[in-house]
């Protein structure tokens, strides 16, 4: 299950961020470790950029338990001196291997479709080689490199388009 963050995700936030294995590759030395009040910001900043766009970062929900897991959905950033929709994903350490990000990847990109959003990029440091899956499986392709929060990330772009919608082959008799 996935939603807008809300106030009372802040637990399950500090949990996430404040991950050592998930923190590696977030905010891997020289960079310092996210300090609570980072972290309740970003919370509160994934509030904000839903009440300012009308969508933004989801929380991320184990089914069964409703425990939150992870991060996930759209966002605008900044690359290059441009503006950009972000499809960001982190995931609690104990969670990975299960999908989790790949599975919010996949319907973040049908989102974009939805939305009508014409180019969605996603910013994976180059030795993450899960991220870099994540990203191919949702369609991405590489494109370049950018200097982002202080680190070197490869770009994986999409211009996610309208799927046409499905049509019967006239030519074959209906079952």
């Known amino acids: ?5 809300a106030p009372e995700d802040r637990d399950g936030y500090l949990a996430l961020f404040g991950d050592p294995d998930v923190e590696r590759w977030l905010r891997p030395p020289p960079l310092e470790p996210f300090r609570e ?45 441009r503006l950009v929709i972000e499809l960001p994903w982190a995931i609690r350490s104990d969670r990975w291997g299960r999908g989790y990000a790949s599975e919010a990847a996949l319907a973040a990109i049908d989102w974009a479709r939805e939305m009508e959003v014409e180019e969605v990029v996603a910013l994976v440091r180059a030795e993450n080689a899960a991220s870099r899956s994540v990203a191919e499986k949702a369609g991405m392709s590489r494109a370049g490199t950018a200097r982002h929060a202080g680190l070197e990330h490869l770009v994986f772009r999409l211009r996610p388009r309208r799927r046409p919608p499905a049509t019967r082959d006239a030519s074959r008799p209906c079952a």
């Not at 299950?1 to 963050?5: G, K, Q, V």
């Not at 509160?44 to 991060?71: C, K, N, Q």
């Open 1 to 5: 299950m996935t939603r807008a963050p």
């Open 37 to 81: 009040a980072e972290i309740l910001d970003l919370l509160s900043g994934d509030g904000e950029h839903w009440a300012t766009h009308g969508f933004g970062p989801w929380a991320i929900f184990e089914r069964g338990s409703e425990e939150l897991v992870g991060r996930g959905g759209l966002r605008w950033t900044e690359i290059d001196d």
